[in-house]
């Protein structure tokens, strides 16, 4: 039997699903002994496991709930703005394994950890910010669809869009500040129960035929603007320099299972964009506008067309994988903004703490950063939008330095600081000026990036040369 609300089972279902991810973090917290434990895992993950924390970690609230918006609202726009992503990704598949080859050969641990060892900590520094900052708005647009779905399944109990995003950060803060990386692997096998809602879809309109004729034509026809060219340099280059990516090279046990869990990872997320496209033009067949517009935003498509076709139970264990993804990509982003705050800059100021301390301080950081983000997801009430606002910043100052610090011999301590600054301030300037000509900041932000990162480091190579870390060699050569 289909019904259009929320049963008490499925509520029980999703309940269950929130306490045992608080259960699982008090658990796995023995395991979690060092930081190399808490970061990476102890550096010990596998291609498979690689493959399903990938997937997640790209999927994501935004990516998921927020996309299934943007193809409700625009169509085409949803699988424009993925593919470039999804290029971007099985290029860093590609050089996976010389980042996990870095991280053991020299203890590098995070990008920041790279930009030290080559530049200085000047520059460790000031990517740490800016990674900090870019986590805490992933964190945000997590939080934003979390709080999404927790309206929507408590709207009749009086929960609110505010007590929802406070509910996410709790549990958020539990499960990552005990178990760090463990417990986000662990439990991310759990989200593709959400793949019943496109097939049920088709089930309730009677077929694929059945859609195709009732598809609105604006929706699958493909178009750009210079939105949409801004996202899709966005996404591209965020990938050279995502900082959680790059914590799952280095965690991974081997240069082999790192490059094949991340490929395996990027094309099983491949699948995902036209499902998730799917979802979001499929709901103006199956969910009447009315009964959208009750909860406020169109992150809601995918959670509202699971009330609504799936029977009971069935929407439970649905609602309960969306959860996972979310969960997934918000604990590890919530861990790398950690791992920058208290490893990338505490420690260059106080490099002689304890391991024990430096333990202890991540799990303090693990409570204050969620609510950072949550001040951001109760300003900015859409995940895609937060997601592009703090990406496009990061995407524009650290995705060519990233690149040129793993692979550029003649990149110098001037140049890489110039290309950073240079980057955040155009694409800042940019976007304070109204966004010119409609063209996303990332574009004249990375090209100004670009510029400044190699005519200084040509310009100062021969006087100052940093030390190039090849792990081929196993030496720190010029």
Not at 241 to 268: D, I, V
Not at 430 to 452: N, Q, Y
């Amino acid at each position: 039997m289909v019904h259009n609300q929320l049963h008490v089972i499925d509520l029980i279902i999703i309940a269950a699903y929130l306490i045992s991810m608080v259960l699982i973090g008090v658990v796995v917290v023995k395991k979690v002994q060092s930081m190399d434990d808490y970061y990476l895992g102890g550096r010990s993950f596998g291609p498979l496991v690689l493959m399903a924390t990938v997937c997640a970690t790209i999927i994501g609230g935004s990516g998921l709930m927020g996309r299934a918006g943007v193809a409700y609202s625009s169509g085409f726009k949803a699988i424009m703005t993925a593919l470039p992503y999804l290029l971007g990704m099985f290029i860093f598949s590609g050089f996976a394994g010389r980042i996990s080859a870095v991280g053991t050969t020299f203890h590098v641990t995070s990008i920041p950890d790279l930009f030290e060892q080559r530049f200085g900590k000047t520059t460790k520094v000031i990517l740490g910010g800016l990674i900090a900052f870019t986590m805490m708005g992933t964190v945000a647009s997590q939080v934003t669809a979390t709080a999404t779905i927790i309206n929507m399944l408590g709207n009749e109990i009086g929960i609110s869009y505010e007590m929802g995003a406070l509910i996410a950060c709790v549990v958020f803060i539990v499960y990552t500040a005990t178990s760090g990386l463990f417990g986000v692997i662990y439990t991310d096998v759990f989200l593709f129960v959400y793949i019943l809602i496109p097939s049920a879809s088709l089930v309730k309109l009677g077929g694929l035929s059945v859609f195709l004729e009732g598809l609105a034509p604006e929706l699958a026809k493909p178009y750009l603007d210079g939105g949409i060219v801004g996202d899709i340099i966005t996404y591209f280059v965020f990938t050279l320099a995502g900082a959680e990516m790059w914590q799952r090279a280095f965690a991974a046990k081997s240069q082999k299972a790192a490059k094949e869990g991340l490929f395996l990872g990027t094309l099983a997320y491949g699948l995902t964009i036209p499902l998730v496209w799917f979802m979001g033009v499929v709901a103006h067949q199956l969910v009447s506008a009315e009964k959208l517009a009750q909860y406020g935003s169109t992150d809601a498509v995918v959670p509202a067309l699971a009330i609504e076709i799936l029977p009971v139970g069935l929407t439970g264990l649905a609602l309960a994988g969306i959860l996972s993804v979310i969960m997934s990509t918000a604990d590890s982003y919530l861990i790398v903004s950690v791992q920058t705050c208290v490893h990338d800059i505490y420690k260059v100021f106080n490099p002689n703490i304890s391991e024990k301390k430096e333990l202890r301080l991540t799990r303090v950081f693990a409570v204050i950063l969620p609510l950072g983000a949550l001040v951001i997801a109760l300003y900015i009430k859409n995940a895609y939008s937060i997601l592009m606002f703090a990406w496009s910043f990061y995407a524009a100052a650290a995705g060519l330095p990233a690149f040129a610090a793993l692979y550029w011999k003649k990149a110098t301590k001037a140049g890489i600081i110039a290309g950073m600054v240079a980057g955040f301030t155009v694409c800042v300037g940019w976007k304070l000026a109204g966004v010119p000509f409609g063209l996303g900041p990332t574009v004249p932000g990375a090209i100004a990036c670009a510029a400044a990162l190699v005519g200084v480091s040509l310009a100062t190579y021969r006087k100052a040369p940093t030390p190039f870390l090849d792990p081929y060699q196993n030496t720190a050569g010029r």
